[in-house]
């Protein structure tokens, strides 16, 4: 089972700045301590984990954080050390907006289009835009770099740059986030043919449109995504979130809903045209879909945002079953977990069990498990032409824990975000990153 799990190592700069408009648990911790050691420490745990099941796991790398390249093009001049102490004086949001660590969240890096459903027989890979969010917006250069990186074979990888903007296109591309991919078995490498489900928040055409926050995603974007790697359109579902949803802090369709092979688990609410919509892909996948719906009777929107139920990882087993890991937020709600044990209980040879995981670090800034993974379907040729060095094993997990031990603060408030030294120790540990995971000179501060 090729399919590549590549997590995003939690960076040195973890904070909680309340940056994410619309995600509840990000505004809710604003200002509250971090521990950026305990942060990256859990996410090596959940991939250790994970690789435990039996699966194939990566790790993609942090950002340069603070990001001087922004603060300069913004016109601060000077040293490194003068800029920060200006920017912290004149302009606070801008440096915790600079500072975010948010590139952790991989499931936003990118959209990913096996080898199995493209026109041309290779993995694309559509770098996110993330132009909702300021702090997002400034990752997709070196998202991509990254990518290029780890995905380096031309032959059998393409790797695009962002969306750009246009005046005539709406386009707001936040990644995987907002897409699925669905197969006619549990199997979901590139071995098995897929149906592309695409969910955005905005379109010209809307129903209706969230009044609270906004929408990330367009239509425009997830379309335009879709004909970049020249998807059959036969094999390709688009369908609007729901508004009352987005306003109840589902900012984004992994918050609510999650898919893997033929098993779409969500919640009733999670689509404008539910009908129309699960249609769809019932006829698009085929009968050997299962769809399993919580009702809101059972768990409520604000429990689904709360404990972040959805945004677990539906991942297949060795035995063909599969496993959903979970934030452990869902395990300490008790009507979150009757929910869970029911549907294992109801549907055990599609879901055998649920696994709980320790990611509170993440979860307080708004992230589950499924926001720290870019699921990447690989058939087995692929995987051997991936950079293998950015591939988990007992040896570089070793390696990865030495590393964050070495770097990382144990804690971090919003005023440590101006000190250079936090600067210096974040490219000394980048720089030692690229070389353990033979990335190359892929940050700014490097070349």
């Not at 990118?110 to 993330?130: I, K, M, Q």
């Not at 209980?345 to 649920?354: E, K, N, W």
């Not at 040729?381 to 060095?389: C, S, T």
Request: with cysteine; hydrophobic share 45%.
């Amino acid at each position: 089972m090729p399919e590549v799990n590549f997590d995003g190592l939690v960076g040195p700069t973890h904070s909680y700045a309340g940056l994410s408009y619309g995600n509840v648990a990000s505004s809710k911790n604003q200002g509250a301590l971090s521990n950026p050691r305990a942060a990256a420490l859990q996410g090596l745990v959940k991939m250790e984990a994970v690789a435990a099941l039996g699966l194939v796991q990566g790790v993609l790398p942090p950002h340069e954080r603070p990001h001087m390249p922004t603060l300069r093009a913004h016109g601060y001049a000077g040293s490194d050390a003068e800029i920060l102490a200006l920017v912290a004086q004149e302009n606070a949001v801008l440096l915790a907006r600079v500072s975010s660590a948010s590139a952790m969240w991989t499931a936003n890096a990118a959209t990913v289009l096996p080898s199995a459903d493209t026109e041309d027989g290779r993995t694309h890979f559509v770098t996110a835009n993330l132009r909702a969010m300021f702090h997002r917006a400034i990752e997709p250069a070196i998202t991509a770099r990254a990518l290029h990186a780890i995905f380096a074979n031309p032959a059998r990888f393409t790797v695009h740059e962002a969306l750009p903007p246009s005046t005539s296109e709406d386009y707001g591309d936040e990644g995987a986030a907002n897409h699925t991919r669905l197969t006619a078995s549990s199997d979901n490498s590139s071995h098995a043919r897929g149906v592309h489900f695409f969910v955005y928040g905005a379109a010209q055409n809307a129903s209706r449109t969230p009044t609270r926050f906004p929408a990330r995603q367009t239509r425009s974007a997830s379309e335009r995504v879709a004909q970049l790697a020249r998807l059959d359109s036969s094999r390709c579902v688009f369908a609007q979130q729901n508004a009352d949803a987005i306003d109840a802090g589902v900012f984004h369709n992994d918050v609510i809903c999650v898919g893997n092979g033929n098993l779409l688990f969500c919640h009733e609410d999670a689509f404008e045209m539910r009908d129309a919509t699960l249609h769809a892909l019932r006829d698009a996948v085929g009968e050997t879909l299962t769809i399993i719906e919580l009702k809101r009777e059972e768990i409520s929107l604000e429990e689904v945002v709360k404990s972040y139920l959805f945004n677990s990882q539906l991942v297949t087993l060795p035995d063909h079953t599969m496993a959903l890991v979970c934030p452990v937020e869902c395990a300490e709600n008790p009507r979150v977990k009757a929910a869970l044990d029911r549907v294992v209980a109801d549907h055990p040879a599609s879901l055998s069990r649920a696994i709980f995981m320790d990611v509170r670090e993440s979860m307080r800034n708004g992230g589950g498990p499924a926001c720290l993974r870019l699921r990447v379907p690989l058939t087995n040729a692929d995987l051997r032409v991936v950079n293998q060095e950015a591939l988990l094993t007992p040896a570089k997990l070793a390696a990865l824990r030495a590393w964050v031990m070495t770097h990382y603060r144990e804690s971090l408030h919003a005023d440590d975000l101006e000190d250079p030294a936090l600067l210096h120790e974040s490219r000394s540990a980048l720089d030692a990153l690229t070389r353990l995971l033979a990335l190359g000179n892929i940050y700014d501060f490097q070349r």
